[in-house]
């Protein structure tokens, strides 16, 4: 059974800095694109950042691009997002995905998701 738990989430003041991490299980993420995504009230779910299968490639939304980073380690199973420079608008619901691809930026293309870890942003 496939399992994404993200962790890191939290509150923050803007201008911080937070590092989510997700932990698969049931599958060996070194075979799939990993992607974050998120997800505000009453927005629709959103891509954040995607990194293929070694890590080689990455691709970011432009609204986090330069603040953003994200990274795999594929011997713990794990994909990090690294934020910094934190604002309000950054508030949200953050998911981790896997996708059986190289790399996709494309929501429908991710076959396992996580639960979502909630970061909170304060001005």
């Known amino acids: 059974q496939v399992e994404l738990v993200e962790s890191g989430g939290g509150l923050v003041q803007a201008g911080g800095s937070l590092r989510l991490s997700c932990a698969a299980s049931?599958?060996?993420?070194?075979?799939?694109?990993m992607g974050w995504f998120r997800q505000s009230p009453g927005k629709e779910r959103e891509f954040v950042a995607a990194?293929?299968?070694?890590?080689?490639?990455?691709y970011y939304a432009n609204s986090v691009k330069g603040r953003f980073t994200i990274s795999r380690d594929n011997v713990q199973n794990t994909v990090y997002l690294q934020m910094n420079s934190l604002s309000p608008e950054d508030t949200a619901v953050y998911y981790c995905?896997?996708?059986?691809?190289?790399?996709?930026?494309?929501?429908?293309?991710?076959?396992?998701w996580g639960q979502g870890t909630q970061v909170t942003v304060s001005s």
């Open positions: 995905a896997a996708a059986k691809d190289y790399l996709t930026l494309t929501l429908a293309a991710y076959d396992y």
């Open positions: 049931g599958l060996t993420v070194s075979m799939y694109a």
């Open positions: 990194i293929s299968w070694a890590g080689s490639n990455t």
